[in-house]
């Protein structure tokens, strides 16, 4: 087994990292120059309510279809044409619309945005099989999570300044830029092993549901979607709050927030790079064992500022939580495209981000009302939630093993 990427691979892992830092760029000023605009509009908190809440049910439905075209189309192809028409639209946004019509422009366009990311992020994430060897595969995820990372504490930085200086329209027209350049550099993909296509004539929801029958018959990689499902239930609940932890911790001297945010930007960064010096495919225990160990880092951080009053103290509970979660996500991605056949991949992934999308609120309103938000006791019940799922999920696999 070779353990260096090949010159092509290499070549192929600069173009989809830069292709991948540049998109995620645009998205965090597309989001940030109109979460501000719609912010200082009349009623702009309905407004924002629902530019962030129109993608959801669309993207869930629009998933599963994304994953038919991936795996019937080429999937290079695909992600390049969504790319140039989400370019397009935030250009034509930025140009011809109206000032007085911007409110409802913005909710449209991301509702069609969304649409073209659910044809989009299926492709994305299995033509990684045709640019790298199966045995290299987590290494191009790690260095993904790596440069995402990167962007995610830099960029919010960089949409403000372009914002500020040049103003929202200015800040559309470079999104839609980025997003033609970000779909230029997967063009330029080098295919390695493309799979076989052969044309069907089967019917759409026909192929969602051999998809979706493909996923029940893995047994390996029903459970690990059912539990990433769970996870990202449980996830949620942290989500929201985490921002409620200045109230939480009141009486520190730090910003509680502002030193959480930091201190999960460092452990996501961390894990990123432990992730690159693991050689093995990952197995569903492994997988199972890493949110056990998150779920370990995040119990005593309610514990641990009784005891000492120091948010610092908490952050290293924090970012241990993300390092753990960073190298979990990876790893599973890499898991479901080495495991997954070819010839379902796209599906298989379209079927992950729509349940993904659909438990996140799900979550979020469970705990909204589950929980006093500004309790830190919820912190060590969240911990408690993700060791106990993972106990159960890994006695659980070791039996249904046993009986195979």
């Known amino acids: 087994m070779t353990t260096k990427l090949s010159h092509t691979e290499k070549i192929n892992t600069v173009k989809v ?54 795996d019937t189309g080429n999937r290079k192809k695909i992600i390049w044409h969504c790319d140039l028409i989400s370019g397009l639209v935030c250009i034509l946004l930025a140009i011809f619309i109206p000032h007085v019509f911007f409110i409802y422009a913005i909710i449209i366009i ?3 945005l969304a649409i073209i990311s659910s044809y989009r992020s299926p492709a994305y994430k299995a033509v990684f099989r045709e640019i790298v060897q199966k045995e290299h595969l987590n290494q191009v995820n790690s260095v993904l999570e790596i440069a995402k990372q990167v962007i995610q504490i830099t960029g919010p930085i960089g949409a403000l300044i372009i914002a500020h200086f040049f103003g929202n329209r200015f800040a559309l027209i470079f999104d839609g ?47 690990i979607i059912t539990f990433s499902s769970i996870v990202n239930f449980v996830i949620a ?11 939480a ?38 997988l199972l064992f890493l949110i056990f160990l998150d779920g370990l880092a995040l119990m005593p951080s309610e514990r641990i500022y009784h005891l000492s009053h120091s948010i610092i103290l908490v952050a290293i509970c924090i970012s241990l939580f993300n390092f753990f979660l960073s190298i979990f996500n990876i790893q599973f991605m890499t898991f479901v495209q080495v495991r997954t056949d070819m010839n ?61």
């Open 17 to 70: 990292t830069s292709s991948n830092v540049i998109s995620k760029f645009g998205d965090i000023l597309f989001d940030y120059v109109n979460s501000v605009f719609l912010s200082s509009v009349a009623n702009g908190g309905l407004w924002l309510s629902l530019y962030q809440s129109s993608e959801v049910f669309i993207s869930v439905i629009f998933n599963f279809l994304g994953g038919v075209l991936s």
């Open 110 to 112: 991301n509702i069609i």
């Open 177 to 223: 830029i980025s997003f033609i350049i970000s779909g230029l550099l997967i063009r330029k993909l080098t295919i390695l092993s493309a799979p076989v296509k052969k044309k069907s004539s089967k019917k759409t929801f026909s192929q969602i549901r051999e998809g979706l029958n493909y996923i029940f018959h893995n047994r390996e990689i029903l459970i």
């Open 237 to 247: 609940g942290y989500n929201l709050i985490l921002p409620f932890s200045t109230y």
């Open 249 to 286: 911790f009141s009486d520190s001297h730090l910003k509680a927030y502002a030193v959480l945010l930091t201190a999960e930007s460092i452990g996501g960064l961390l894990g990123a790079t432990a992730s690159t010096l693991i050689k093995k495919t990952p197995t569903t225990n492994k």
């Open 344 to 404: 379902y991949i796209g599906r298989v992934f379209g079927t992950i981000f729509s349940v993904a999308i659909l438990f996140m609120p799900i979550g979020t309103f469970f705990f909204k009302f589950a929980f006093n938000l500004q309790n830190p006791n919820n912190y060590f019940v969240l911990g408690s939630l993700l060791t106990f799922i993972s106990i159960i999920t890994i006695i659980l696999n070791t039996i249904f093993k046993s009986k195979n």
